[in-house]
């Protein structure tokens, strides 16, 4: 039976119907999923990341499976702005559900330069910076692993975004994430999202080779659950909590009691990546499982349940 809860949130100003992005990378930009689900019920949707120029990504094979999850090696590979501008955002611009657009690039000025031809578009709620991708050379997982190049690259990018919300894309590939965490949040950033892949490889041992063209690759899916989890965890105690910033928790959600797991850590919404290719349209699933889990614990809102985590 449908259950008629209300599972709003408000994500760092906007209203959401519901708890549940799409992540970047795994949906396209919008039109992709129209096949498998209705994109107007996710409470967010986030395009795959763009960059001023458009990317071929990185040479094949760039994608292989793993003991529950995958590795990719996709290197950014996008339209680039002005064709996303072009034939994209008239897409987005039909759709009700929140859209944020993930920007990615080789410099800061480059990261600035796509927010601000974008930030004055109606149709976008806001932006995620990544500053995590493993999957390239220059740029990307730099900018998220040295906390002074962290804050700079938010605070210039929130300067050009102004009311947009503007959420910053952490990598697991550190030492301490709450540190960068920190200074995301020093350097404006309106939320966090957590986490984006893990660097990995996997051996042919026939040829003895890496199976991905790019040598390594970010890890994704369910073998990083608990990992994610665990790090939603952290910087909701050391960094979130205590000034109020929402995060948007991801890392091999798949089901319903995935999602509430990450909620119950310190996420106040959460995005579903590798699932969408196991089962496409599975935020319908998901969406519709939170609300029973709410019904059953008789949660009146979401936010009762946002860091819950009892202790001991
Ligand atoms: C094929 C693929 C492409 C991705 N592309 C992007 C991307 O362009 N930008 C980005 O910020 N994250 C990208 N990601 C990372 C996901 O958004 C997500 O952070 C990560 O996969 C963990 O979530 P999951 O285990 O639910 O997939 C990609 C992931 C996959 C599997």
Known sequence: MKQDIDISVDFAGVRLANPVFTASGTCGYGDELA????VNVLGGFITKSITLKPRKGNATPRIVETDSGMLNAIGLANIGLDTFVEEKLPVLEKLSTAVFVNVAGETIDEYVAVAQRLAGEAAIAGFELNISCPNVAKGGISFGTEPLQAAEITSRVKEVVGEKVLMVKLSPAVTDISVIARAAVDGGADALSLVNTFTAMVIDIES????????????????????AVHLVNKVYNEVAKGCGIPILGLGGIRTASDAVEFIIA???VVGIGTANFIEPGCAVKIIEGIKKYCVRKEIKSIKELVGSLEAG
């Open 208 to 227: 003895r080779k890496a199976v991905l063209a790019n040598r390594t690759g970010g890890l994704s899916g369910p073998a990083i659950k608990p990992i």
């Open 35 to 38: 096949d498998f689900m209705d």
């Open 266 to 268: 310190g996420a106040s």
